[in-house]
DNA sequence: CTATGTGCAAACTATTTGCCGTCTG
DNA sequence: CAGACGGCAAATAGTTTGCACATAG
């Protein structure tokens, strides 16, 4: 692990739970905290980082993807006017579907269009 | 509505339920039925299609997003081995989300990854 | 005739890769 | 010195767009 794969994953790790970071920003971060760091190798890292189930990538229709530290199962919420992605647990989610799908389920993914609080105002 | 849309939609819309195509598919289905199109095209008509509300697009991650006639709600099961989606139902998703997000609720994605039970074998 | 639809090629966005230099143990 | 790390530029995949021509109503 170098310097900068150290500050790359405590970025991901140490931000307030429920944030969520594209490349690009993290490239920003990274050179805010003064280092030479390119695009290629941020996404080479949390390519490694991801594989090794360390970071989660997250997907969200038509953009960037997001990645984020927080590897525990749960599930997103995505705000359709400011964009924010949220964090928030389901649970009972996975029961529910093992009742309705035939087969071995690996996991299940979550993704919730709301308007939230702060914008529907 | 020309004819070449009316064949993309009807292609969309006959094909047995629980179908899903990429852009390259249906260009593929459309030569096959002797239309000279090109992916440009199909593309520029599929994203009217979807803006309309008439067929739906599915992101799934790393990869082209696909395109079906369903546009019901329902869920999508992905099998990690195939790759193959399929369509379910998951009655009572909507209420058990609105019992644990707070905003309004305009729609919510599941996509379970799965291994179906061809593959299982 | 006017709007809509289309092909083609080029642009674009997000991401990945090859190559080669550099640093570290 | 070997192997991991990283910069740069080019490649790639999927999708979108500008423009000029064709076609339908």
Chains 1, 2 share one sequence.
């Not at 920003?28 to 991801?50: D, P, W």
Request: some cysteine; aromatic content about 6%.
């Amino acid at each position: 692990m170098s310097v900068l794969q150290d500050a790359m994953l405590s970025l991901l790790k140490n931000i307030r739970i429920g944030e969520h970071f594209t490349a690009e920003q993290i490239l920003r971060e990274l050179r805010a905290a003064h280092f030479s760091v390119s695009l290629a190798t941020v996404y080479r890292n949390l390519g490694i980082f991801t594989s090794e189930g360390r970071i989660r990538r997250v997907s969200v229709a038509g953009g960037p993807k997001f990645y984020e530290g927080n590897v525990l199962p749960h599930d997103h919420a995505v705000c359709l006017r400011c964009g924010r992605i949220s964090d928030f647990a389901l649970p009972g989610l996975l029961d529910l579907v093992s009742e309705n799908l035939k087969g071995e389920i690996i996991s299940a993914d979550l993704t919730v269009n709301y308007i939230c609080r702060d914008c529907a105002e």
